[in-house]
């Protein structure tokens, strides 16, 4: 079974700042996703990548595959992204996601 | 398209009642997934289906529950009878053909057993 572990838990900053979120797998996994969970409840599913960088606006998520490692960065951090970010991947073979805990990140205006 | 639909968003319900989630996946996409989120334990997988077939329901907790797809655009998740405990948010969540991997989440049901 994969061990997803996420880390900050959660994390407080000013507007402006960039953000960093981090992701550790135990097991090698077929790809790893960054979910985005608004306040209201909503789930978004913001990137799904199996190797190197993706960017989509101010979000860039990166993974080292060997070190078994994903980040999520946040530039020019604003209020409207305080949500909780989650973490998930799916193994080779299966494809049911096993989710981290999330990180709630709250910015400050 | 309209995305994940499900309903109801909201069900209050008493212990031992019988409880069935609605979900209708986005058109042409042939994966459908049933999602429990609780502060306790985050969001767990419980069944996921392909082409309607249910591929791995290891994530189903007991025999109370159940989830069907009759056919691609609409399956139900159907809790009987239901506890205390299954109070949680419940979502469905769709996907295309495989080597898409992107899932849809649908806005969930926040379910509360009394």
């Known amino acids: 079974k994969n061990e997803v572990e996420q880390s900050p838990q959660n994390l407080t900053a000013q507007e402006g700042e960039f953000i960093t979120i981090n992701c550790s797998y135990s097991?090698?996994?077929?790809?790893l996703h960054w979910l985005q969970q608004h306040p209201g409840g909503g789930i978004v599913s913001l990137f799904m990548?199996?190797?190197g960088k993706k960017k989509h606006g101010r979000l860039i998520a990166t993974i080292n595959i060997q070190e078994k490692h994903s980040s999520l960065h946040i530039t020019a951090s604003h209020p409207r992204d305080s949500a909780v970010y989650i973490c998930?991947?799916?193994?080779?073979?299966?494809?049911?996601?096993?989710f981290g805990t999330g990180t709630r990140l709250t910015i400050i205006p | 398209d309209a995305g994940v639909i499900q309903s109801p968003r909201h069900e209050v319900t008493e212990m031992g009642q019988e409880v069935t989630l609605r979900c209708k996946p986005i058109?042409?996409?042939?994966?459908l997934f049933w999602y429990r989120q609780t502060m306790m334990r985050g969001l767990e997988l419980l069944i996921y289906?392909?082409?309607?077939?249910?591929?791995?329901d290891s994530g189903m907790p007991e025999d109370r529950f159940s989830a069907k797809m009759p056919n691609a655009s609409f399956s139900t998740l159907k809790i009987q009878p239901s506890e205390p405990r299954d109070s949680a948010v419940y979502f469905c969540?769709?996907?295309?053909?495989?080597?898409?991997?992107?899932?849809?989440f649908g806005p969930g049901t926040r379910l509360l057993v009394l």
């Open positions: 969540a769709s996907r295309g053909l495989k080597g898409s991997e992107t899932q849809y």
């Open positions: 097991v090698g996994i077929s790809a």
């Open positions: 990548l199996s190797s």
């Open positions: 998930a991947v799916t193994n080779f073979g299966n494809e049911k996601l096993t």
């Open positions: 058109s042409g996409h042939n994966s």
């Open positions: 289906f392909n082409n309607n077939v249910p591929i791995d």
